[in-house]
């Protein structure tokens, strides 16, 4: 089955750099998603991986994947008080429907 | 182009009242999910349409939980009898199709308070 953790909550200093974790449990081949959530928002995508790929950046944004840990990081270099909001860690099976399974999300506080 | 669209973006009612909320997919998305976000809690999926299918109903936690989508666009959730317990966040997403290559894209959500 599916079960995917994060820690609750992350605080960091304007300007250094966020590490938020996920770990996943199923083995199968499988898509890997971070998504953003402003109060008072949905959730936006940030960005996603297959699970052949063992890192993927974008501008300020890696994503680092330990496949034999089933363990996900997303690292946000430079951090700004604007990247706080909470982060999702989500999961989805390849075959039937795909539907993704989510963390219970890390509220990252950025403090100056 | 225009994002997922859902509404009310509050709703408040009284325990025992039915309640419906709309979701409006972007067009030409054919996979639509609803899925519920209580306070502190991860999201909880609900129910998912793909296209004719038949709905994957697995995740509705009791019977007074239904959706339907019309003409492969616009879904209603519907809870009847609502209960204190219902007090959440509904959100609901569309991907352009099934597939983990076709990421949700998700609306702003309906604040549900049951008093």
């Known amino acids: 089955g599916e079960d995917v953790e994060q820690s609750l909550f992350l605080s960091v200093r304007e300007g250094d750099s966020s590490v938020i974790n996920c770990t996943y449990t199923?083995?199968?081949?499988?898509?890997l998603y971070w998504y953003k959530q402003e109060p008072g928002a949905g959730l936006q995508l940030l960005t996603y991986i297959f699970s052949n790929m063992d890192m993927k950046q974008d501008q300020r944004l890696t994503v680092l994947l330990n496949k034999k840990d089933k363990h996900l990081s997303l690292r946000i270099a430079d951090t700004q008080t604007g990247d706080s909001a909470i982060y999702f860690c989500a999961e989805s099976i390849p075959g039937g429907s795909y539907i993704p399974t989510f963390g219970r999300g890390t509220s990252l506080i950025v403090h100056p | 182009g225009a994002g997922v669209s859902q509404s009310p973006s509050n709703k408040v009612t009284e325990k025992g009242k039915d309640v419906e909320l709309r979701c409006d997919p972007i067009s030409g998305h054919t996979a639509l999910y609803w899925y519920r976000q209580s306070l502190g809690q991860g999201l909880e999926f609900l129910i998912y349409?793909?296209?004719?299918?038949?709905?994957?109903k697995s995740g509705l936690p009791s019977d007074r939980f239904s959706a339907e989508r019309t003409g492969g666009s616009v879904s209603t959730l519907t809870i009847q009898r609502t209960q204190q317990e219902d007090s959440a966040v509904y959100l609901c997403a569309s991907s352009f199709q099934t597939g983990g290559n076709s990421p949700l894209h998700f609306g702003n959500g309906t604040r549900l308070t049951v008093t």
């Open positions: 199923d083995s199968s081949s499988t898509y």
């Open positions: 349409f793909q296209g004719n299918s038949a709905p994957d």
